[in-house]
């Protein structure tokens, strides 16, 4: 439900509501917050909550130090689990500068707006639905995580096989109250490997869905004595953990191309994006194996390829894009592809040869036609630091942070 400040604030008052948590994410999207009570909730959202930045990992490191969290009321939510006596609510804030001006250097949603307003003067609107994986692993004797999957099911398995089911229920018991509505949620291909998907939704929205999808999924699992890990390859021979993004591009003057360029513009940017969505040397264990891809290829049929077209009856067309993993910081990842997408229009970029095959059983001739995505970090690192596309679009600061 779409609220505007005056409502949040008589909604707090109504409800009965102790505290708020005002949430927000660091650079690699993990999440943070501060707390506040009603009383505060309207200075809130007239001047801002000041924070100490140079107290964050990777926003100051005593650059400078202020930063004010501005909630957005849209995002409103009450937290499952707590009583009613005690009740708390989340609202997903945006970062500027104590100036007013927006926090882009390390800020990633802020960057996320700005890419926004850039498709809009071009003229388009982007619309972003993810699928989410992870693996939910057995705690030690003394709480600690192992890697002992939950059970041994594989894809759309059922009980008694499948083990996750309730973990399952449970996580979209809390996310639909928390007005987080997921459309599917299974068993994966792994051992204790499950799925969340989100259908299209604007790309902030879509943003905030999936982070608090694995605050959700962390806390269920705690709750139950698991641990859910995102992390790109939890367990060696098996699939790993990747965000599939799934993207549509509306044009306000019926350009009918506008994804097939918006798609060519991501094949042709994908290996100097191909870091920031793959941050961590253990990153690259997961592309090119067990189902994720390897080469800059795309197909409509083909779910091992960089790039799915789907052929659909659906009213809105889309791609999907199964470049990141898990633990990708969202608001960076949809930038990035915005930005790829509207080179790709803007330059009128026509999509190559459609490759419906499996690269395992093609021919080497065939094979070596195709680019390949970066094999290494360090090989990922020094494409991204050679491009001119992610100086661009990407702050200095940011980019380094990413690249180490």
Known sequence: MKRNKEEVIRTVKDENIKSIRLAFCDVFGRLKNITITPEELGEAFHNGV???????????????????????PETFSLLPWQPEDDRVARLFCNMTYPDGTPFESRGTKSLLMKAIKKAEDMG???????????????????????????????????????????IRRFINHSLKYMEVKPTDMFHLSGPGQNMIEFGLSNPLRAGNSIITAKTITRLVASKNNLCADFSPKPLEGQRGNGLHIIFAVVANDGNSNALSSAVAGILDKAREMTAFFNYTPEAYKRLGRDGAPKYISWSTENRSQLVRIPETNAHMKSAELRLANSDVNPY????????????????????????????????????????????????????AEQSEFIQEVLPEDLIKLYLG
């Open 124 to 166: 388009y609107e982007f619309y972003f639905g993810t699928e989410l994986s992870y693996y939910l692993f057995k705690l030690d004797e003394n709480g600690a995580p192992t890697t002992e999957p939950l059970d041994t099911a594989g894809y759309l398995d059922v009980e008694p096989d499948d083990k996750c089911e309730d």
């Open 50 to 72: 000041p924070i100490n930045a140079a107290s964050v990992k990777d926003f100051g490191e005593g650059i400078f130090c202020d930063l004010y969290l501005h909630p957005e």
């Open 332 to 383: 960076l990842a949809f930038a990035l592809i915005i930005h790829a997408a509207l080179y790709g229009i803007k330059h009128q970029l026509t999509l190559p040869e459609v490759s419906n095959f499996s690269f395992s059983l093609a021919p080497p001739d065939v094979i070596a036609k195709y680019a390949k995505l970066p094999e290494t970090f360090s090989e990922a690192g020094r494409i």
